[in-house]
């Protein structure tokens, strides 16, 4: 049973700096992993998708990275900003299309102005 | 419209009363997902459709959690006999079909909190 682990589940850092959120799942038979923003009262915005032959995708300040042999994905958010705030959510694919989309818990992010 | 939508947005129920969550899914998305996300938790799958059939239930609680699609469209999420445990929110996602091949576009949610 895939099970997906986001460390840390909670992460204050000033503005300005360079953070990375990590993910790790247990099953690395995967088709994909996507990263989703969640603000406080909404739904989820899908921020990047990493297909299980790619080893990373960029949009704007951040860049997301796969190893899916290690069962592992990191979230790198350049030049952080108070807009930042909000809980990012890792989740994976399986490799069958019948596969659910397994989630994480999320990383309660909270950038210091 | 653009998005995905969930109505009402907010929902306070008693204990063993009806309730019914109803999701408007992006235009043309032939695949719809229910997943319920409790306080601190990721979201966790409910069930999905495919057109107007329930193509995987298997992760509705119990049987007093129902959900239909009757036009392949809009789908309404049901539950009967409402508990406290049930308090969380329920999100909707569309997708063009089914398959975690494909990106999962999610609507606002619905917060239910039972009483």
């Known amino acids: 049973k895939q099970e997906v682990t986001q460390i840390p589940a909670a992460l204050s850092v000033p503005e300005g700096e360079n953070l990375v959120l990590n993910c790790s799942f247990t099953?690395?038979?995967?088709?994909?992993l996507q990263w989703f923003r969640q603000d406080p009262g909404k739904g989820l915005t899908s921020l990047l998708l990493i297909q299980s032959s790619q080893r990373e995708q960029t949009s704007g300040r951040l860049n997301a990275s796969l190893d899916k042999s290690s069962g592992r994905s990191t979230l790198y958010i350049a030049a952080s900003q108070p807009g930042d705030s909000a809980t990012y959510l890792c989740?994976?694919?399986?490799?069958?299309?019948?596969?659910?989309?397994?989630f994480g818990k999320g990383t309660r992010l909270h950038i210091l102005p | 419209g653009a998005g995905v939508s969930q109505t009402p947005s907010n929902k306070v129920t008693e204990k063993g009363k009806y309730v019914e969550l109803r999701c408007d899914p992006i235009?043309?998305?032939?695949?719809l997902y229910w997943y319920r996300q409790s306080l601190g938790q990721g979201p966790e799958f409910l069930i999905y459709?495919?057109?107007?059939?329930?193509?995987?239930d298997s992760g509705l609680p119990n049987d007093r959690f129902f959900a239909v699609r009757p036009e392949g469209s809009v789908s309404t999420l049901k539950i009967q006999r409402t508990e406290r445990g049930d308090s969380a929110v329920y999100l909707c996602a569309s997708s063009p079909d089914r398959s975690t091949y494909n990106e999962q576009f999610f609507g606002p949610g619905t917060r239910l909190t039972v009483l």
């Open positions: 989740a994976v694919g399986g490799e069958d299309r019948d596969d659910k989309i397994i």
């Open positions: 459709f495919q057109g107007t059939g329930a193509a995987d």
């Open positions: 099953d690395s038979a995967i088709y994909n």
């Open positions: 235009s043309g998305h032939t695949a």
